[in-house]
């Protein structure tokens, strides 16, 4: 059985609930749901600039189990307005790059704090 790796990191919201921020176990990487909230725990207020937050956040905990954008195979998306779909794509399109993940994207009424408008999660393998 693979070890697993259940890592907190650095400059990530601390977890409001009981939960780490990355698993790894063996070559397969889960990131909890990131929000657009900075290291200083301040929020944007444009959707685009949280999911920009977001994504940054991915990234920190991909990083940290030893992955990057390119092992990315799926993505949950949560909007609270649906109609922000617009403004979240161009920054994704910009992290994926090439590397297109399968995706899910669904509407919700509300995140864990009431400033927020995005929340991704991601899986990825490492080959």
């Given at each position: 059985?693979?070890?697993?790796?259940?890592?907190?990191?650095?400059?990530?919201?601390?977890?409001?609930?009981?939960?780490?921020?990355?698993?790894?176990a063996?070559?397969?990487?889960?990131?909890?749901?990131?929000?657009?909230?900075?290291?200083?725990?301040?929020?944007?207020?444009?959707?685009?600039?949280?999911?920009?937050?977001?994504?940054?956040?991915?990234?920190?905990?991909?990083?940290?189990?030893?992955?990057?954008?390119?092992?990315?195979?799926?993505?949950?998306?949560?909007?609270?307005?649906?109609n922000?779909?617009?403004?979240v794509?161009?920054?994704?399109?910009?992290?994926?790059?090439?590397?297109?993940?399968?995706?899910?994207?669904?509407?919700?009424?509300?995140?864990?704090?009431?400033?927020?408008?995005?929340?991704?999660?991601?899986?990825?393998?490492?080959?």
């Amino acid at each position: 059985m693979a070890e697993i790796k259940r890592l907190m990191v650095d400059g990530q919201l601390p977890p409001v609930s009981h939960y780490c921020h990355v698993v790894r176990a063996g070559n397969h990487v889960w990131v909890s749901g990131s929000v657009g909230v900075r290291a200083d725990g301040s929020i944007p207020e444009d959707a685009g600039e949280q999911m920009e937050v977001a994504l940054a956040n991915i990234d920190a905990c991909l990083k940290a189990a030893g992955a990057g954008a390119e092992h990315v195979v799926k993505v949950n998306v949560y909007l609270t307005d649906i109609n922000d779909r617009k403004k979240v794509n161009p920054p994704r399109q910009r992290y994926f790059g090439e590397h297109r993940p399968a995706s899910t994207l669904v509407g919700v009424t509300a995140l864990v704090l009431p400033e927020l408008k995005v929340e991704i999660e991601a899986t990825a393998v490492i080959p």
